[in-house]
Each structure stands twice: as structure tokens, then as C-alpha cells.
């Protein structure tokens, strides 16, 4: 039972970061971290729980069933996240996925899904039925399949010279009455991630459409990103932009907690790596990320 076991009741406490952050109106990507990470401490909990409570009704027949359905669902987890079970210690796992916001909106993905499967379980107390597929799939926002779920949206070409630029329009509050999602949008790289993190919820409902610019410059290892035109950490040039790790190749990617595909087919999100005009004039120096 032990060896399955996804979560432990160890950590209610939260980190001081997670209580400091102010959920219901995060200021800027680091509480919407903090906020993320809570959120992911207590469901690892309600798992726990809602397993537990769930393996106490069930009959040994359905008990070993769903057993054998919660190692299944680790493992598609793992495998689709990039994650790994076999870290030193549960903090030290959640530490390493706020590392890379790539993998945090994907384990929020799995984790909401399964927190949901588990209560309807629990109140059904029906027969097992498949856990739902949630394996990522990557495509161009412009070449997403029919009727077929998609996660994730990266560039054709990743680059580890140059500078690099693509913009993204999100009707952030049209989402949010779909779905609460969290999304991750920037540039990835061998584990890590630089760019945004958001997660809208419900109170979101109202919120504006945006237009948001991503900018990588790999000749002097820096990052840019502008709201709106608005450059938030310095415009591209200057010092004060982000500091990211040279000698690495680093792709375009939004991830999302929800399909995508039917957000992308209403015009809800549109990533735009170059294949049409952009809506801000692109940085002196910088070329679309679709191009090689």
C-alpha cells in the first residue's frame, strides 16, 4: 500500500511564501507561484484523503483495481510531466517542480483531474473506469488536431544563438468561464523555464484581453516580457532585464492545465510564433521564433 502511495499528510503546513501571497489578487508571477504551490500541497493532501476514503468502501476485487489505476496514473503523471517520484523527500519534489513552471502546470493538470476523478468516485462508489488520458501533446497552434486534446504549443525550432521574439493573445477572462486554468508561457530549456505563470480561476471571469511579448536575447543572456506594449523588467537592451543561462538551446512553449484545443480554435489564445504580423513592432535586433 505504501509503495503507492501518492501523498503524505506531512505537509499541511504551508511554506511562508504560500501564506504571504495574496491569492485572491497575486501581484506578479512569484505569488502566483507561491499560490500554485499551496494549491498543490492541499490537493496532495485531499488525494491522500479521498484515496484512503475510497479504498475503505470498495470490495478487495475493486480495492486491487484501483490500486493497479493509481500506480497507472503516477506513471502517465511522471511520465508526461517530466517528473520524477523518486526524489529524496516530498518537499524536495515539490521544490523542483517550482523550478520549472513547464512541469508545474502540468502536475496541476494531472492533480486536478485526479482530486475530481476520486471525489465523483467516492460519492458514486461506482464501478472502476478508466482514468482519463492526459498524456502532453505538442503542436502548432495553427496545425492542432480535430477533436484530439492538446496541452502544450511550442515552436517548430528551438535556438541557442540570437534573439528571439513571439507574442501571445489571451482573452484571460473568456478562460477562465470556460475553466480554471493555469498557464505557463515563455521559453524552456533543459529542465528550466523563464517567462509567465498564470492561473485563472473563476473571480477571473472579468478580466481583459492581453497582449503579451516574449523576448530572449541569447548573445547577451537576458529576457524580456511586455504586457501590452509595456515592458515589464526593462526593454530589450538594457541591464535590467533577466539573466538566463547561456549555451542552451531554448524553444518557445505555452503549457496549460486544460485542452487547449478548443480555446485556440475560438480565438481565445493565439501564440503567434511568427506565422502572421505581430501587433507590437518586434525589437530592433530580433527575428520570430518560428523562423531557423
Known sequence: MKSIMLLTTALIILPPS???ANCDSPRDDT???????????????????RYQ??????????????R???????????????SSSKESSRESWFQSLLKDYRKTVC???????????LENRLTAQ???VPTPSLETKSTLPYAA??????????AKHGHSRGKWYFEVKLAGGEIAKKAETALQMGFSTQGLTVGRILNLRKRDSGVPTVRLGFALDLDNGKYYAHTNGTWRNGSPGS?????????????AVISSSTSLSEIVKEGLLNANFGQSPFDYAMPAGYRPVAER
Not at 476514503?53 to 484501483?66: F, R
Request: hydrophobic share 30%.
Open 18 to 20: 504560500a501564506r504571504a
Open 31 to 49: 505569488d502566483v507561484s507561491a499560490c500554485i504551490e499551496a494549491e498543490l500541497r492541499e490537493s496532495d493532501i485531499k488525494i491522500n484523503q
Open 53 to 66: 476514503q475510497l479504498m475503505g468502501k470498495l470490495s478487495e476485487p475493486d480495492k486491487l483495481e484501483l
Open 68 to 82: 493497479a489505476d493509481q500506480r497507472t496514473w503516477i506513471k502517465q503523471r511522471d511520465s508526461s510531466c517530466g
Open 107 to 117: 502536475i496541476v493538470r494531472f492533480t486536478r483531474t485526479r482530486v475530481t476523478y
Open 126 to 128: 461506482s464501478s472502476p
Open 145 to 154: 488536431a480535430e477533436n484530439e486534446d492538446q496541452y502544450e504549443l511550442r
Open 239 to 251: 541591464a535590467e532585464g533577466i539573466d538566463i543561462k547561456l549555451g542552451r538551446e531554448y524553444r
